[in-house]
C-alpha cells in the first residue's frame, strides 16, 4: 500500500452529534488496497459533534484530519476552506448527516477511475431517508451509464454522497463568487468535466443520503430559490476561461433554467417577478412555443 493519499474524503459537520458518528463509521469501515484519508471541517458546533469527531481522531490519527473553527462561518465558507486540504488524487464526499453502507464503494470507484483515464467522475445509486425513516428510491434510475459536461450542466443528477472524482488544483483555489452559493458540489463536478472527459453512472447502491436536513433541504422549501442559483452558478461559470468552448451548452442550459423559475414564480403566485422574467427571456429568444406554456401556468394557478 501506497503511503501517498489516494482518496480524501470530504467531510463537513455541523451540530450533527446523532448523525455523525454513523457518517464516520461508514469512511472508516471502507475496504482498501490503498491509503485514503478523512478530512472533517466543522464549522464551530455547538453541540457534542467536536466531542465526537476529536474522540475519533484520537483513536484514528493516522487516518482523519480535523478542521476547527473559532466561530461559524457558513456552509459554503465552511466547504471553501475545509476544500484546501483535500491532497488525494481524487475526493469523495460524505456530509456529517449522510453514511455509506457499502464497505466496498472506495475501491470499486478508484478501480474504475484507475482503469479509465476518459473518465473524470464516478457516481452510484443512494437510498433517501426523510425523518420519519421511510426510505425512497424512486429517483435513482438511469437509462445510461455514461454521461458527458452536456448532460450536467443541464441539470445536476449526482446525489454527492455516492460521488468520486480526480482532484484537481483548481478545487483548493475556488472563485470568489462561489462565496454567494448554498451549496458547491454541482459547479466542482463541471469544473471537473472541463477537459472533455465523462461520467459513469454505477448501478448499485452506495450510501444514504438524509433528505429533510441541511441547507440543501432549506433551499428547496421555496422552488424558484433553486432556479435562481442554477442559473447563478451557470452564468458565473460561462464567463470563465475554463469553459470558453462550452458556451453553446451554457446558453441552452440557462434558458432551460429560467423558464423553470418562470414557472416557479407562478406555482408561488410571484407573479410580477415571474412576469417579468418572461418578457426578458422573450426579448432575447423569442420563445413562442413556451409563451403558450407560460400562459397556460397562469390560468392554472389563478384557477387552483
Request: with cysteine; net charge positive.
Amino acid at each position: 500500500m501506497t503511503s501517498e493519499i489516494t482518496v480524501s474524503v470530504f467531510m463537513l459537520t455541523f451540530n450533527q452529534e446523532d448523525l455523525v458518528t454513523q457518517a464516520i463509521e461508514g469512511v472508516l469501515k471502507q475496504k482498501t488496497n490503498f491509503k485514503f484519508q478523512l478530512v472533517i471541517g466543522d464549522d464551530a458546533s455547538t453541540d457534542d459533534t467536536i466531542k465526537i469527531c476529536k474522540a475519533y481522531q484520537e483513536k484514528f490519527g493516522d487516518v482523519i484530519k480535523l478542521i476547527t473553527r473559532d466561530k461559524n462561518i457558513g456552509l459554503i465558507a465552511n466547504f471553501i476552506e475545509t476544500a484546501k486540504y483535500l491532497t488525494g488524487k481524487y475526493v469523495a464526499i460524505c456530509d456529517g448527516d449522510d453514511y455509506w453502507i457499502d464497505y466496498s464503494k472506495l475501491q470499486k470507484q478508484v478501480d474504475f477511475l484507475d482503469s479509465n483515464d476518459d473518465y473524470s467522475i464516478i457516481f452510484g445509486k443512494c437510498y433517501r431517508l426523510d425523518s420519519k425513516g421511510k426510505f425512497n428510491t424512486k429517483t435513482n434510475n438511469f437509462d445510461k451509464t455514461t454521461f458527458d459536461f452536456s448532460d450536467l450542466v443541464m441539470t445536476n443528477f449526482i446525489p454527492s454522497v455516492t460521488v468520486l472524482f480526480r482532484n484537481s488544483a483548481k478545487l483548493r483555489s475556488l472563485p470568489g463568487w462561489f462565496s454567494n452559493l448554498p451549496y458547491g458540489d454541482w459547479p466542482v463536478y463541471l469544473y471537473t468535466l472541463t477537459k472533455n472527459s465523462k461520467i459513469f453512472f454505477l448501478d448499485e447502491y452506495l450510501a444514504v443520503y438524509r433528505v429533510e436536513t441541511g441547507e440543501s433541504f432549506k433551499l428547496r422549501k421555496k422552488l424558484s430559490n433553486i432556479f435562481k442559483t442554477d442559473i447563478y452558478i451557470l452564468e458565473n461559470l460561462s464567463r470563465g476561461k475554463d469553459f470558453e468552448k462550452s458556451n453553446d451548452y451554457f446558453k441552452k442550459a440557462i434558458v432551460k433554467k429560467k423558464k423553470s423559475l418562470i414557472l416557479a414564480y407562478n406555482r408561488e403566485r410571484n407573479y410580477i417577478k415571474g412576469c417579468q422574467e418572461f418578457f426578458r427571456l422573450l426579448f432575447v429568444n423569442a420563445e413562442v412555443k413556451f409563451s403558450k406554456l407560460y400562459f397556460y401556468s397562469l390560468i392554472k394557478t389563478f384557477n387552483a
